[in-house]
């Protein structure tokens, strides 16, 4: 019953197109979900996306709209009028439609609020585009139902009855003081199973969970994974409920978080997406292939202060790459999971020497399995000299890489920089760079001294 | 409002717990949610832990035992008889109590299970420990509020008031025909806003998302995700209502499947947390740290073939590191984009050569820019000769490792092996060797020639 889109299922969709059966194709859209026509519309082409999403009713439309590909969107929207995206945005969850409107060029963003009909939505959705990005203003939505204490269970019911066209999808009523201010709520499963004359101060429940408009994302969706949260009420700087946030939107947090740190750790600089233009790919990629370059320079000048030893012993470069790559390997490996920790807050701030001490003994034993290893590979390819080298050099890059893996992300989170940085080509180049140097280091002592 | 645990805090727990100032720990307690009980438990040692989880109420205690570090909690349970543990299970949703008896050892799962006072709750967890780990039987929860299509509103909402202890949290009541088919579900709001002598026909929703038993996780995930839902309902292979998932397990799985990936991409092979044992994370980074020495080994012997080489151009060793290190993070940051992709499921299966063509693109772009850069460099560092070496083969393994870092995630997944496997020691790996040989290769070409 889920739908699968296949390159085949596009073809003969945009057969349909050219021919304008315009039936056929209404029929088809009829079985989908919006998330699924968002899909496909992805990847039609710009005029044949335009034709599809003409044909479609007035409540989808705009649920479409929401799930396609930003890019997309924007090249669609761009073929629209103010008066025609006003009415988009009018159908719309508000805190949907701020974000949308915030995509929108700044000259006419003013021009589609003005003709928004529903006034209480325009000024809902002129409220919420204030909001900073990252903060759980930028996250919520204006539609709640809201009850005062004193009120009956009847009372609130009539008022869900009224809010009805408004609220999508509710999961709680929630319960304010005179002053607006939140003091609880009440689930509709407690609401339902309540005599209908009962007051909501007998049954609400007091121990709310909320944030403030500025509360990180990061923080809301901790908070909400936390304490399996699926809706949770956000207040002023007074305590005033101003709208609230729900796990959707929090589930996209956590994703885009998931995949920001993945791209960081692979050393792409900006949020990028396959789909993306090529330019813009391009241009995500090269800070780090540069950073990367200056590392490899800095290598060479390293090992052009040995260009007489490698000419007496050339096979000094034959293990180059695998002290660099091991070095890369090992820093790797110990940064993925400190960041790791820090995403979890299974690190306390002020105890951070227990972790490092496990890393570096985590350090130690790989360094001495892998020396062993390469030390009687070495002794029976080579000689004794060069056995000895790599393998000391090998144990203390990895013991250094160790060290470097886990300080380098945990002091960098304590500057509030994302660590995920740390973890990728920085500590890869760093460790290259010190392997090397640790490596020529170690081959003038034992070549010099024997 | 929320929690914070940092050191002192902990230091100050251990002092009461050390003069036993049980009426002061309880109060502490009482304000805290159990996943941040929980939190504490994982700091403390096993007998202050157990000593403080005896303090806990009957409600909370379980609550706190699923939040555990996994160790943790096997560490807590040992000190428990299988009775004790029984009574845990019996506060407990079905699915986390089946989750939880999983994880105790084989030979006294039967004993726990047996000594469950409710027959229900105990057949219930019966029935869920034989779903495959990875599908939804494995995810789902027993409890469930579930009605005929014939049954008024207050029919329902006397059914919600029976069921209310068991369900913990509440979002639909589901419609099923009389062989417990699944034909529909009915939202709260709904429930709320009908009129009580309404039939369950004329106001249930027949479009409702649903699984079998047997979908897999990464697929639930997906189906909610795409769907926006908090809950899903899962049917056995007849169309049979047997459990429902909830938004908060799927969070899990979501988190879950990212940290694998982090963890996979960074060369770890098993699912580890930094608060495990020392041996287990040695263990699991050993075996691509081997692969890394095998192709670092490799390396040599590739390199070894230039040793005359070498001798007379000792500077030819100079952008080892540098070929090796490009080689290695652009096929980290294609693989990344590609593997990213495809968790996203934006790649048509059959629709790959655009992806391959545009990753290409990208490195010809980037690898024109770092191999014109590097020249330059070379050029004016040292002669002609391996400035046109180093550039030239800078530039063919870009390219290289940017179509070996889209072709070889591709693969994999075609042929199910976690992409993610692809992105990190193994395709760094790759194009280390890759990448030393066209430079040697590209070097004598040039060296020779001319």
Request: some cysteine; overall charge negative.
């Amino acid at each position: 019953m889920q739908f699968e889109l296949s390159g085949t299922y596009i073809d003969e969709l945009r057969e349909l197109i050219e021919l304008k059966k315009i039936d056929s194709i209404k029929e088809q859209l009829n079985e989908l979900y919006p998330a699924d026509i968002a899909q496909i519309l992805n990847r039609l082409k710009d005029s044949e996306a335009a034709y599809l999403y003409e044909l479609l009713d007035d409540e989808t439309a705009p649920q479409v709209l929401l799930e396609l590909d930003e890019e997309k969107r924007e090249d669609l929207l761009a073929t629209f009028s103010t008066k025609e995206i006003a009415e988009q945005l009018d159908n719309m969850d508000s805190d949907d439609a701020a974000d949308l409107i915030a995509e929108l060029p700044e000259n006419i963003q003013d021009e589609v609020l003005s003709q928004i009909e529903d006034i209480e939505q325009a000024s809902d959705i002129a409220e919420l585009i204030n909001y900073e990005e990252g903060t759980a203003g930028s996250l919520m939505a204006k539609e709640l139902v809201s009850v005062y204490s004193f009120e009956t269970v009847t009372a609130c019911i009539d008022e869900i009855r009224r809010q009805t066209d408004n609220v999508d999808v509710m999961y709680a009523v929630y319960v304010v003081d005179d002053n607006q201010k939140l003091i609880g709520m009440l689930s509709l499963k407690k609401l339902i199973v309540s005599h209908p004359l009962a007051r909501v101060e007998e049954i609400y429940d007091a121990d709310v969970q909320f944030v403030k408009t500025n509360t990180s994302t990061e923080d809301v969706a901790e908070i909400m994974q936390r304490y399996d949260l699926v809706v949770l009420p956000v207040v002023d700087q007074l305590g005033r409920l101003i709208g609230r946030i729900t796990i959707d939107d929090v589930v996209d947090v956590i994703k885009e978080a998931a995949e920001e740190n993945i791209q960081r750790m692979s050393g792409i600089s900006d949020d990028v997406d396959s789909n993306d233009k090529l330019w813009r790919l391009s241009r995500a990629r090269i800070p780090w292939l540069l950073v990367g370059m200056c590392g490899g320079i800095l290598g060479s000048r390293i090992i052009g202060t040995y260009e007489e030893q490698i000419k007496i012993h050339p096979e000094m470069a034959f293990f180059i790459p695998l002290i660099g790559a091991m070095g890369g390997n090992v820093g790797v490996q110990s940064s993925a999971i400190i960041v790791q920790a820090l995403a979890n807050n299974t690190i306390i701030n002020d105890r951070i020497a227990p972790k490092l001490i496990k890393e570096l003994g985590v350090g130690f034993v790989n360094g001495i399995i892998c020396s062993v290893l390469i030390m009687a590979y070495a002794y029976v390819i080579e000689d004794w000299k060069l056995s000895a080298t790599v393998s000391l050099a090998l144990f203390t890059v990895i013991l250094c890489a160790s060290f470097l893996g886990t300080f380098v992300p945990l002091t960098m989170n304590k500057f509030k920089i994302n660590p995920a940085l740390a973890t990728g080509p920085f500590v890869t180049t760093l460790n290259d760079i010190i392997g090397i140097s640790i490596y020529f280091l170690v081959g003038r002592l034992l070549y010099g001294v024997f």
